[in-house]
């Protein structure tokens, strides 16, 4: 199966990130992007209900040849990874977690702020994370309530985004040492971020994320040729000539 492409998803855009960094870790991959745009977002939804959706997503994926699949969601890998990975245990799935243990050993002591949507803050593979780390640190966990809407419109420089930030997290401004972007999403409005919080460093799960697939994809025989020629295709269950162009201009953006 080291022929078949790999299938990453997210509830939207956001995933992307994690996407660039997919591309830039195993360029002769093949890779299938699916947002569920039409279901977005996932962090306001019930764990049964996303977990129904990831596995609507992984069946469809699955079906059109993907050997392997990477859940671009801290959300959707905090309410289906364990549950998906015991339903299909011939394939490998790799997820994305908030980057909170990076963020402490950077900062052994520090104050981390920790930006997330509320479903991913409130399962408990973010507790056992939490718990693991606030020995070490002061974590500051923050709910971003309709960030990931605002992101999703592509407008990343909005005079609504910044005034929305101002209010989730303005008050952090110098008070915290690092910022952990804890959904996919979030990597997109950094700068935004930044512009609020301050010029603190910022860590998301993106790069650890492709590290942990190709060790996966090397242990069970699945890394494509080195010298083939990888590829990216996007689809998306809100299939439009616009959404899909969408997908394609948060690809090129720099992170």
Known sequence: MSDGFIGVFDSGAGGISVLKNLVAELPQERFLFFGDSANAPYGDKDPADILLLSRRIVDMLLEQGAKAIVIACNTATSAAAATLRDEYPDIPIVGVEPALKPAVLAFPRGKILVMATAATLTLEKFHRLEEQWARQAEVVPVACVGLVELIEKG?????????????????????????????????????????????????????????????????????????????????????????????????????
């Open 155 to 255: 407008d990343l420089s909005s005079p609504e985004l910044y005034a929305h930030l101002r209010n989730l997290v303005g008050p952090y401004r110098g008070q915290v040492d690092a910022v952990v972007l804890g959904c996919t999403h979030y990597p997109f409005v950094r700068d935004v971020i930044r512009d609020v919080v301050g010029d603190v460093p910022f860590f998301d799960g993106g790069a650890g994320t492709a590290r942990q697939l190709r060790t996966v994809l090397a242990a069970r025989g699945l890394l494509a040729n080195p010298l083939d020629k990888g590829s990216v295709t996007f689809a998306s269950s809100k299939d439009t000539a616009d959404e899909l162009a969408l997908y394609q201009h948060f690809f090129e953006l720099g992170l």
